[in-house]
C-alpha cells in the first residue's frame, strides 16, 4: 500500500524553526517528482514548493524562499521541509504529495499533477 505520512508539525513562536518529515511506504520516492503543499486558515492549499527526480528543487511561493528548504533522503524515503524564521502567515495545515507517473517528468506546481496525498500536518505560529 502507497503512504505518505507527515510529522514535525506543531506550535511555536515566531521566529521559531520545525522541520517536517513525510515517510513513504510502498513507493520510492527517489523516483518521482515530490511536492510540499500547505492551505492555511480559510485559503485555498498552495503550493510550497517541488523537488524533481534529479533532484532540482524549486519554491513556488515568494514568501518561502530563503526560509524554507526542501531535502530527500533517499535511503530513507523520506522528504523534508525545514522552515526557519516561522511567522504567523506560516500557520497552516503541510501536506506532502507525489506526481502521478505521467507527471513525474514535468513536475509541475500543479496540485491536480499530485496523486498520492499524505493527510498533513498541523504548523501554528503564534505568541
Known amino acids: 500500500q502507497v503512504q505518505l505520512v507527515e510529522s514535525g508539525g506543531g506550535s511555536v513562536q515566531p521566529g521559531g524553526s520545525l522541520r517536517l518529515s513525510c515517510a513513504a511506504s510502498?513507493?520510492?520516492?527517489?523516483?518521482?517528482?515530490m511536492g510540499w503543499f500547505r492551505q492555511a486558515p480559510g485559503k485555498e492549499r498552495e503550493g510550497v514548493a517541488r523537488?524533481?527526480?534529479?533532484?532540482?528543487?524549486?519554491y513556488d511561493a515568494d514568501s518561502v524562499k530563503g526560509r524554507f528548504t526542501v531535502s530527500r533522503d533517499n535511503a530513507k524515503n523520506t522528504l523534508y521541509l525545514q522552515i526557519n524564521s516561522l511567522s504567523p502567515e506560516d500557520t497552516a495545515v503541510y501536506y506532502c504529495?507525489?506526481?502521478?507517473?505521467?507527471?513525474?517528468?514535468?513536475?509541475?506546481?500543479?496540485?491536480?499533477?499530485?496523486?498520492?496525498w499524505g493527510r498533513g500536518t498541523q504548523v501554528t505560529v503564534s505568541s
Open positions: 504529495a507525489a506526481a502521478s507517473p505521467s507527471r513525474r517528468y514535468t513536475c509541475r506546481g500543479i496540485q491536480s499533477d499530485f496523486a498520492i
Open positions: 510502498g513507493y520510492n520516492i527517489s523516483s518521482d517528482c
Open positions: 523537488i524533481y527526480r534529479g533532484g532540482g528543487i524549486l
